[in-house]
């Protein structure tokens, strides 16, 4: 297998010549960096430095991937990360209340809106702390009007002295300039992160399938850590998700896409990495899943779904 290149600056990757992708059946146009994309993997690197005609023309087709995962896949390419799937208002469910739902008029941006918001945070502020100095031509004096800064002990009791030094220096250290919920990282974490559903009405079957397709993605193309990544964050949407009545659908659909576009059982008998994780959760939500008619019509249909839930619940059973 070839080896792909360690700790690539980012300034070889916008530096390099481009390469353009043609995505989905509509062909979509995308122009990226051709160092960013091969560091992917030891197939993208095949594609755009080996002796195939791709990497002559410097372009390649790809149909069986839409562009939104495709963008996805470039954004870990160039971030090592990608933004969290959004999910979608359903019309047809309510709050459990009865009532409208309070998050009807909210962009579905998990919280980001929040972040943005221009009212002061609540809690704890963080400036910075001033250093409490005073200085003249004649060294430290403490009778001199006070700067901005403040005003220092005099110099003539030298322990008090160095103790205020020493506490100074712990004042700078500690200083802040940033607050913690406005800072750039923050924001990339918030943006990154998995968030739980608060709403029935919130149609969680598009945040799934998007982390199940660039999983697909990744395994096809042998993307390794983004097959770990995409696995993480379904998983982690998955063990927060609320399991209401309205929402059964949503897990009987990303069960249907694991074994519609998963690999069947290998030879030894081990299962696809993505169907073991929904299969397990099926199995662990079975007495709620089980009266969905979505998910009867797919036990009906057998095939590799139906025998790998039999083979857990057996487990449980005998």
Request: charged fraction near 25%.
């Amino acid at each position: 297998m070839t080896e792909l290149p360690k700790n690539i600056a980012f300034e070889e990757f916008i530096q390099s010549d481009l390469f353009t992708f043609y995505i989905g059946e509509e062909k979509k146009q995308f122009i990226v960096h051709s160092k960013a994309v091969a560091a992917t993997s030891p197939y993208f690197d095949r594609l755009v430095n080996g002796g195939l005609s791709e990497a002559q023309s410097r372009t390649a087709e790809i149909e069986d991937v839409d562009p939104e995962t495709f963008i996805r896949f470039m954004e870990y390419a160039y971030r090592r990360n990608y933004t969290t799937p959004l999910w979608t208002r359903d019309p047809t469910a309510t709050a459990e209340n009865g009532q409208k739902d309070s998050s009807a008029c909210m962009t579905p941006s998990h919280g980001l809106e929040l972040m943005m918001s221009d009212e002061e945070p609540v809690g704890p502020t963080f400036q910075a702390m001033p250093i409490t100095t005073n200085w003249d031509s004649g060294g430290w004096n403490s009778n001199a009007a006070p700067s901005a800064f403040g005003t220092i002990p005099s110099t003539r009791n030298l322990k008090k002295h160095n103790n205020n030094q020493m506490g100074s220096r712990v004042a700078f250290n500690q200083r802040q300039y940033m607050h913690p919920t406005h800072n750039a990282s923050s924001l990339l974490h918030m943006q990154f992160d998995t968030h739980p559903n608060t709403s029935p009405t919130q149609n969680f079957a598009p945040v799934f399938l998007a982390h199940a397709r660039l999983y697909t993605l990744a395994d096809m193309h042998m993307v390794k850590p983004l097959k770990d990544l995409a696995l993480y964050k379904l998983h982690r949407t998955l063990v927060g998700f609320e399991l209401y009545p309205e929402r059964l659908g949503d897990v009987v659909e990303i069960a249907r896409y694991a074994y519609e576009h998963g690999e069947d059982r290998s030879e030894d008998g081990k299962i696809d990495a993505l169907r073991d994780m929904v299969v397990n959760y099926v199995a662990c939500e079975v007495k709620v899943l089980g009266k969905h008619t979505e998910f009867r019509n797919l036990m009906d249909g057998g095939g590799e779904f139906a025998g790998d839930f039999w083979d857990i619940v057996s487990q449980e059973l005998f």
